[in-house]
């Protein structure tokens, strides 16, 4: 909904890696013996995945990362490749929704990863691995809080809006 408003890809990692697995190529593979269980994707993985996907003519305009970073090792990576590309990260939005709505939004949806235990496993995963990147943004001023307890549509204006204000007034 987001790159529709704001005329950008929406490219997620996780995406990126359900088309490999479809595939069947080798980083697929790999790939899937760790999204089963709900463990991260090693960085080297991810880094290849991401690297061949931004190269694509459709990112020259910017671009929305959706799960990636996720840990700080992807993003320093991240810091150094958009260096080269001269293309700034501008906004970090974290969606904050408390654990118990997540378990019961992802046990709606049909994904393999999504069962109980798995979600459980993420869930801890996240905490470790990926809720300290916040403040690592929280320090570079391009952290985003945004409250994610309502409707997609909803959730979607917060964000325009928490970024509009951004870019009028930068000091804020
Ligand atoms: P998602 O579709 O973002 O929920 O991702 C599904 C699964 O793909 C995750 O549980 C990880 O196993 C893997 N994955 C996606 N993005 C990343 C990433 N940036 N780093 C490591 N693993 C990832």
């Not at 996240?126 to 549509?153: F, H, M, N, V």
């Amino acid at each position: 909904m987001l790159a529709e408003k704001l005329h950008i890809p929406h490219i997620s990692t996780g995406d990126l890696l359900r088309t490999e697995i479809q595939n069947s190529t080798s980083i697929g593979l790999q790939a899937a013996e760790y999204m089963q269980v709900g463990e991260l994707v090693p960085d080297s993985i991810m880094i290849r995945v991401l690297e061949e996907r931004l190269r694509e003519t459709d990112c020259k305009n910017g671009f929305i990362l959706d799960g990636f970073p996720r840990t700080l090792n992807q993003a320093t990576y991240l810091n150094t490749m958009l260096k080269r590309l001269n293309a700034p990260v501008d906004f970090v939005v974290s969606i904050e929704v408390d654990n118990d709505v997540i378990i019961d939004r992802l046990t709606q949806r049909q994904r393999l990863d999504d069962n109980p235990k798995t979600v459980k496993y993420r869930l801890d995963v996240y905490r470790r691995e990926t809720a300290p990147l916040k403040d690592y943004y929280k320090r570079e001023g391009q952290l985003k809080t945004i409250d994610g307890d309502a409707s997609p549509l909803a959730v979607r204006d917060r964000i325009l809006e928490s970024i509009a204000r951004n870019v009028s007034d930068p000091d804020h």
